[in-house]
């Protein structure tokens, strides 16, 4: 396998796909599973229950715990962090940690919080410093704390208002399925 960890990483997983990076003061548990092109930056721990797709960013300071599951094409921003727990106490473990699902696509703002057992759906849009509280449907922007439902984007990455309209171009999209096309 064709991998690169830094020197100052404590990586104790063997599932490591291809041309995957891990930065110095990572630390990653033995029994997480992490794909190929996947880049992991400095100062990050992912728990042993945690698997990451391909072609996944997760900036610096990003915690991942035991539960969560990361698709592949996500981006994680900075210091974004997940929980497991949801009445957490010390020395006191529930008998399964809630599962976190971050579906294929998706991107989570710098400093965003991630409350355990939700979905967030294909290629949404977490804004920076949002405490999202449930599960988010496809193609959609949430942001705030908590956060709520601002608008939608377009697999092209468009953000669009409630109405579904690019404000820059004025172009009008309407939803097939849930995502949004050019009407």
């Known amino acids: 396998m064709a991998f690169n960890i830094h020197h100052l990483a404590d990586v104790q997983s063997n599932n490591i796909g291809n041309d995957t990076s891990i930065w110095q003061f990572c630390v990653i548990l033995k029994n997480a599973v992490i794909g190929s092109n996947v880049n992991i930056n400095c100062n990050c721990f992912l728990e042993n229950d ?12 990003v915690q991942i715990w035991d539960g969560v599951t990361i ?4 981006f994680i921003g900075p210091n974004a962090t ?3 727990d ?3 106490r010390s020395k006191v473990y529930p008998e399964e ?8 696509g998706a991107s989570i703002g ?6 355990a057992g939700i979905e ?5 849009f977490i804004g920076a410093g949002s405490v999202v509280t449930k599960s988010v449907p496809p193609y959609t922007v949430w942001y705030g704390n908590p956060a709520v439902h601002k608008g939608y984007i377009t697999p092209n990455a468009k953000i669009l208002d409630m109405n579904l309209l690019d404000k820059e171009s004025n172009v009008q999209y309407v939803l097939e399925g849930y995502k949004p096309v050019i009407k």
């Open 110 to 115: 710098a400093n965003a919080t991630i409350v």
């Open 82 to 84: 997940f929980t497991n």
């Open 86 to 88: 949801l009445i957490p």
């Open 50 to 61: 945690v698997i990451i797709g391909n072609h996944v960013t997760i900036k610096s300071g």
């Open 97 to 104: 940690f809630k599962k976190t699902l971050v579906k294929k």
């Open 71 to 74: 698709e592949d094409h996500v």
């Open 120 to 124: 967030i759906g294909e290629f949404s």
